[in-house]
């Protein structure tokens, strides 16, 4: 495979599990936080929550196909086999895990945090947002297992991307398709530019969180 066309599948694997992660992110730590200042949500809001962290990523992928398809409800917009299409089952497998995250971290904080609150003559409304301030770990470790969990999909992707050349190939499904060629050698260099991807965002995070 030229270095070329590595290069394009490495930037598009970037861009979809980067964009699936910010949408998982924008809905899953208010989420998290939520939850986390109302003791868990209870424990039927946590087992639901923490069954989505089990959700198999080809069946998500088949409900947005069945969802995005010309006889789908969601039909008209056009998305199926486009990087779009990858974002939001991405990003819905994403969710659960950047919620989940975030309730297991913040929720040991909150008496601390509404106490803190409490002392500096703030009211109730102000807790979320100084819990959020002040769950920094926790959001660097929630973002980088999202993102860990979108750029490693290859059910979904295959599913409602089609493994485009040019236009919806990733490295997850240009390593099955270079594998099922025989190509192991391609197949491996394509693991590595994964892993190092993986590797580059997560110390990124890293290094925000201790700043």
Excluded: C, Q
Excluded at 3 to 10: C, D, K, T, W, Y
Excluded at 152 to 180: C, K, P, Q, Y
């Amino acid at each position: 495979m030229p270095p070329a066309e590595v290069l394009e599948i490495a930037l598009r694997s970037l861009a979809v599990a980067g964009g699936a992660t910010l949408l998982a992110a924008l809905f899953g730590v208010p989420l998290g936080l939520w939850l986390a200042l109302r003791g868990g949500g209870g424990v039927w809001g946590r087992v639901l929550l923490y069954s989505g962290l089990a959700l198999p990523s080809v069946v998500v992928g088949l409900l947005f196909y069945l969802l995005l398809s010309r006889s789908g409800p969601l039909g008209f917009l056009n998305l199926l086999y486009t990087p779009w299409a990858m974002v939001l089952a991405e990003a819905t497998l994403a969710f659960p895990l950047i919620a989940a995250f975030v309730l297991s971290g913040a929720r040991g904080r909150v008496e601390e945090v509404r106490l803190l609150v409490r002392s500096l003559g703030g009211k109730e409304r102000h807790v979320l947002p100084t819990l959020l301030a002040e769950s920094r770990r926790t959001l660097a470790a929630a973002l980088a297992a999202g993102f860990g969990g979108a750029i490693s999909e290859v059910g979904a992707a295959t599913l409602v991307g089609g493994d485009i050349r040019h236009h919806t190939r990733v490295l997850t499904t240009a390593i099955v398709v270079e594998t099922r060629m025989g190509e192991l050698h391609a197949a491996l260099a394509l693991g590595a530019v994964l892993l190092g991807i993986a590797l580059l965002v997560t110390a990124f995070l890293v290094i925000l969180e201790r700043e």
